[in-house]
């Protein structure tokens, strides 16, 4: 027997004496047979589809576990570059309130593709998706049925301001039966927009009025598909340590800034770098109807990350890469005198690996905020401070 001391970044529980076995908890036992006896931190998943559906890999842990988890995804990080942090008790976002997912369909089958395949889970319940999302679920799987659908289409969800926003990628119905279905699903189940791209982009099948998010109270326009936090909550922890990491500086670099969600939040001016250009067209007429010190630039930062003497120009900087990290422009936040850096990521490892040389060139992380808002996944969220 060993107990389950840990659990490693793609989801198994890892024994005392080194034996790694799949759903288990910290506090379960692994026998020498390799079986797992459950213990304080094992709950009952919630959800009939774990552990085939792709969606959550973590059920089996409870709150306290979990909270564990994403604190030690953190940590493991930071050690696998010999950095250590103060890291901040984890905010977990709260089940069913995840308000942008991708599912798939195919023939009759609507859900997230299961654990390690292509196979779709037909969903028939789901823990983490917000109700109103869920509710499409099974409308959209009677549709793709009446219309047809038979290869396989993506299908991204998200909560507008205006009601659910639907965008099918790699199917488009054509014919004027399929037109009459389609209004007649949207208007029967108040969605807000229902668009369509077989590869030539999104096109707008429904769209009554134009479709926006609230980011710091300011409506935004919101492109078809575009990026989101995926929880509200999530949204809201992470604009929270943003402001603390920058508190009191008056201009701020917003760098990979998306539709705004920081960049609107900040009592400061910002500049805000963006390199998708329907995301920084929203943001700029957002800003500029509503007054908002906001001042978006189109720029691939990864091919032009800013300069030392270009970030110079700015009290505090805030970064929210994709899942790659930054790693040439965190080359030149090293060598850079700005007051603090607010790092946003989604992937602790490629923030630990751009941490290090910001920290080889003196700059200290002050605290790190995990954020759990892709509840019982192994995905883990976190902002952190630097500070010289
Ligand atoms: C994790 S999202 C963050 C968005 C925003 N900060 C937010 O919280 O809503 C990463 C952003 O980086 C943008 N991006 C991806 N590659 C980029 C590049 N090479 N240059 C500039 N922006 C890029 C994406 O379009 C996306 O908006």
Not at 289 to 310: Q, S
């Amino acid at each position: 027997m060993s107990p389950i001391l840990r659990v490693a970044a793609r989801g198994d529980g890892v024994a005392a004496d080194g034996r790694h076995a799949a759903f288990a908890a910290p506090g379960d036992q692994l026998t020498d047979d390799g079986q797992v006896v459950p213990g304080p931190h094992h709950q009952d998943a919630p959800c009939r589809h774990f552990p085939e559906c792709g969606g959550c890999q973590l059920q089996h842990l409870d709150d306290t576990a979990f909270s564990a988890f994403c604190i030690d995804r953190v940590a493991s990080a930071l050690d696998a570059q010999g950095l250590s942090a103060p890291i901040r008790p984890a905010l977990l976002s709260p089940p069913r309130t995840r308000r942008r997912a991708t599912l798939h369909a195919e023939r009759g089958l609507i859900g997230f593709a299961a654990e390690g395949s292509h196979q779709i889970v037909d969903l028939r319940e789901c823990h983490v998706l917000l109700p109103e999302l869920f509710a499409l679920v099974a409308p959209l799987r009677a549709l793709f049925q009446k219309l047809g659908l038979k290869r396989r289409a993506d299908v991204h969800l998200a909560l507008a301001d205006q009601g659910p926003d639907v965008l099918v990628t790699g199917w488009a119905p054509t014919g004027l039966a399929a037109a009459e279905a389609l209004t007649a699903f949207c208007e029967r189940h108040g969605i807000a927009r229902f668009s369509v791209d077989d590869g030539l982009g999104a096109e707008a099948r429904w769209e009554p009025q134009p479709v926006t998010i609230a980011l710091g109270g300011v409506p935004v326009a919101l492109p078809a598909g575009a990026f989101l936090q995926a929880t509200q909550d999530g949204e809201d922890a992470l604009v929270t340590a943003v402001r603390e990491a920058v508190y009191g500086a008056t201009t701020v670099a917003d760098l990979f800034a998306g539709l705004g969600t920081f960049a609107l939040s900040l009592p400061a001016k910002v500049y805000a770098a963006e390199g998708a250009r329907d995301a920084l067209f929203a943001l700029k007429a957002a800003a500029n109807m509503r007054g908002r010190p906001v001042f978006p630039e189109h720029r691939d930062l990864y091919r032009r990350p800013l300069t030392v003497t270009e970030l110079d120009r700015f009290d505090a900087v805030v970064l929210d890469p994709p899942r790659a990290g930054a790693r040439d422009q965190a080359a030149a936040l090293a060598a850079c005198s700005v007051g603090s850096i607010a790092y946003v990521s989604c992937n602790p490892s490629s923030f630990a690996r751009d941490a290090k040389g910001m920290v080889q060139a003196g700059w200290r992380i002050d605290w790190i905020q995990p954020v759990g808002q892709f509840r019982w996944s192994t995905h883990v969220e976190l902002a952190a401070r630097f500070i010289r």
